[in-house]
């Protein structure tokens, strides 16, 4: 009877702990989202100084957001993030709006598939 309540116990900490962590992962993304929009609106208004700005933001957002994400996420993915970053960074300095847009785009959808590929769901347990 002590194994099985032993079992249950843990098995609740571990998914109380990928709640959380779902949790924790969709604010994460959901608030750098809203910052490559902002940037996006402010190129689409040719306000490359407030872009810039922007930008500066973001890299500084994705760096207290997604501080804790190579703990539980593919290193590949995070790279890919911080390459795509650079990229719209030097697009923005160089007033590129056709690929600043397109890089952001690419971003933005990179960081929204990172909550659904790692949320607990039948369709990814199986």
């Known amino acids: 009877m ?3 309540s032993t079992l249950a116990v843990i098995l609740a900490l ?8 779902n949790h924790s992962l969709q604010t994460s993304s959901d608030d750098l989202t809203r910052q490559i929009e902002l940037v996006s609106a402010t190129i689409r ?5 407030t872009a810039a700005q922007h930008s500066a933001k973001l890299e500084k957002l994705w760096e207290q957001e997604a501080k804790w ?6 290193h590949q993915e995070m790279d890919n993030i911080e390459f795509s970053l650079a990229r719209v960074k030097e697009y923005v300095v160089n007033q590129d709006g056709a690929l600043s847009l397109g890089q952001l785009s690419e971003l933005k959808l990179m960081i929204e598939h990172i909550p659904r590929k ?4 039948l369709e990814n347990i199986f």
């Open 69 to 74: 994400w190579p703990v539980f996420l593919d």
């Open 14 to 21: 571990i998914i109380g702990m990928a709640i959380w962590f």
């Open 45 to 49: 208004q040719q306000k490359w100084e």
């Open 118 to 121: 790692e949320a607990v769901c």
């Open 2 to 4: 002590r194994l099985l």
